[in-house]
């Protein structure tokens, strides 16, 4: 394995000796895992000179001999904060492990040393090196699937080196490409050094450790990407009733004093970005909060709601004539008109908005066209672009109202879109075209079993799971249940938002075949939906495991990250699991629940 191109090794697990030895007997783990992690502790803080050999033997029949011996990161932490951080060399990892923790104890007075409430580890093997003089080889450097399983190692060739651990490019959220120009400037080399002998830089996996003073915790946690893994039977109906609490309790916390929602929130800094902002996921939020309100008749929760509503009208909406328009940055979406509609149609207050819901009714009125197609932009009116999202979410909205007032021209507008963009969705297929046009057609389907739209619904859904979601023969198993397509770069990265709008179609799809009694399909969309909550749990900020790293913890509780690899929380990255779960604990059965047995077939 001299070059990184043909690499496949992913991260080393307690099966691979981590646990002194691996016993297949749970107590005897609980006990090996117990006694490392005190000696772990001893060394630490100094009451111990080195680990026992039985153990540092352990480590080193296990993790060596998986991967060989490499260096050992060690960093000392409090409340999230890293107070102290070293690499330790040696003949094994146990050794190494020795030298990391000495040297990390070394920069911290004894008073600072007390403090310490968690250690993070990363015991390093399975290096690779990259030929940075190589185009390609660089970009499968750079390359996200490897961030923060693969750590990056740079060497000047005159004694100079600078390692960085893949905890820590999870902790500080930045690509490689960036710690490789950090390291490049720590040694003073040029690019073209970087390029070429003597100067080397390879990549390196390892066992991820997390060791906590915090009462209730396992005396050592296995991580991945910086967090634990979520298996398979990990899945339940008691796990999403708790995300459901977590992604919600988040959403509350994320409604500032005078209703505006927080939009982007950075983890590794701590604080939100207040200059980007987008009006179709910020109504979407709010209607979150909306059905939130109702799926937990909680009253408080509909004021919430309302003086959020409140704030995006009075920040965003203005009127023109007749038509009222959602406005932000000189653009007036298609989109966000529609999700504003649908938040205040929905809001147990509805009767407050009377004098506002009319105008955006008439404004995707106004720009619907005889044919089905919609404009997508009011303003600027020159766009028609974003084609695959924005009419979608004006049918789901027509959709909505057509449930409430059943009327035939309505109805009739909405069937010559579905006509149109039925065609337009064949002859160019997108994965994001799929989950609005499946809610609306739903919707209008339980009224009407017109079957063009329970055909065309099936049709999206089957090529959705088929092109999209990835399970076996994915690299790292915490990618496993995410939407995603490697080989259609086209149609975008992966992305937890996605991964929530998709269930929410998908759980659609998957109650009207169960209405028509398909079996078959009806276990294939639950599959895949049990799937995508593994990965959106994967995703979910929960206790001191997942923001050992992260010093204002309570703000991030129940937020979800981008990806596996960037932990960044966008409110979209919430909202859309959220509302996707809503239907699915209304939907599914116990037998549902107890089809997780099945997710790996």
């Known amino acids: 394995m001299a070059a990184m191109d043909d690499q496949?090794?992913?991260p080393v697990g307690a099966e691979d000796g981590v646990d002194g030895g691996g016993p297949e007997d749970a107590a005897a783990v609980a006990a090996a895992s117990e006694a490392l992690a005190t000696s772990i502790w001893a060394v630490a803080l100094g009451t111990a000179d080195a680990l026992p050999e039985e153990l540092a033997g352990g480590l080193r029949d296990g993790v060596s001999a998986a991967i060989g011996a490499g260096p050992v990161y060690a960093a000392l932490r409090r409340d999230g904060r890293q107070l102290a951080a070293a690499w330790g060399d040696g003949d094994d990892h146990g050794a190494a492990l020795t030298a990391a923790l000495s040297g990390a104890r070394a920069q911290l007075s004894a008073a600072r040393l007390a403090e310490v409430d968690a250690i993070e580890l990363c015991l390093t093997g399975d290096y690779q090196a990259v030929n940075m003089g190589d185009q390609a080889a660089r970009a499968r450097l750079h390359a996200n699937l490897h961030r923060g399983v693969r750590g990056i190692e740079v060497k000047d060739g005159a004694g100079g080196v600078v390692r960085v651990s893949p905890t820590t490019t999870i902790a500080t959220n930045r690509k490689h490409e960036k710690w490789v120009e950090f390291a490049r400037q720590q040694l003073k080399l040029t690019v073209a050094d970087i390029r070429r002998a003597p100067a080397t830089v390879r990549t390196f996996t390892g066992a991820q450790l997390l060791l906590r003073r915090e009462p209730g915790a396992p005396p050592l946690d296995m991580l991945l990407r910086g967090k634990p893994l979520v298996a398979p039977s990990d899945v339940s109906k008691d796990m999403v009733v708790e995300l459901e609490r977590l992604w919600g309790d988040y959403l509350v916390r994320s409604v500032q004093p005078d209703g505006r929602m927080l939009y982007i929130y950075y983890p590794s800094r701590g604080e939100?970005?207040?200059?980007r902002n987008n009006m179709i996921r910020q109504w979407m939020a709010t209607l979150a909060l909306v059905r939130m309100a109702g799926y937990r008749r909680d009253k408080r929760l509909a004021r919430l709601a309302e003086d959020n509503i409140r704030y995006n009208l009075r920040t965003f909406y203005h009127a023109t004539g007749k038509l009222?328009?959602?406005?932000y940055n000189k653009k007036v979406k298609l989109g966000a008109v529609?999700?504003?509609?649908m938040s205040l149609m929905e809001h147990p207050q509805r009767a407050r908005f009377k004098r506002i819901e009319p105008k955006l009714w008439a404004t995707i009125e106004h720009l619907w066209r005889e044919g089905g197609a919609f404009r997508t932009f009011f303003k600027p009116a020159e766009r028609n672009d974003v084609q695959n999202f924005y009419p979608g979410e004006a049918l789901l909205a027509w959709a909505q109202r057509y449930e409430e007032t059943k009327d035939a021209a309505l109805l009739e507008k909405i069937m010559a879109s579905f006509r149109h963009y039925r065609e337009w969705h064949r002859a160019q297929r997108n994965p994001a075209f799929v989950p609005w046009h499946t809610q609306a057609y739903y919707k209008i389907w339980r009224r009407t079993r017109d079957a063009e739209l329970r055909e065309f619904v099936f049709e999206m859904s089957d090529w959705l799971i088929e092109v999209m979601q990835q399970w076996d023969g994915v690299a790292y198993p915490d990618m496993q249940g995410r939407f995603h397509s490697p080989v259609r770069t086209d149609f975008g990265p992966p992305h937890a938002s996605s991964t929530g709008v998709y269930m929410e179609g998908l759980i659609d799809a998957f109650e009207m075949?169960?209405?028509?009694?398909?079996?078959?399909?009806?276990?294939?969309?639950?599959?895949?939906?049990?799937?995508a909550l593994r990965s959106a749990r994967q995703l979910t900020f929960l206790d001191a495991r997942d923001m050992y790293y992260v010093q204002k913890r309570e703000p991030l509780r129940g937020g979800v990250r981008t990806t596996i690899y960037d932990n960044v929380v966008r409110v979209d990255n919430v909202q859309h699991n959220l509302l996707a779960i809503f239907k699915i604990l209304a939907a599914f059965t116990d037998e549902d629940w107890g089809a997780v047995a099945t997710i790996d077939g």
Do not use: M, N, S, T
């Open 8 to 10: 496949r090794a992913g």
């Open 272 to 275: 939100e970005d207040q200059k």
């Open 324 to 327: 009222g328009l959602i406005e």
């Open 513 to 531: 075949a169960r209405a028509l009694g398909e079996e078959d399909r009806v276990a294939h969309y639950r599959r895949a939906l049990l799937r």
């Open 338 to 341: 529609a999700l504003a509609v």
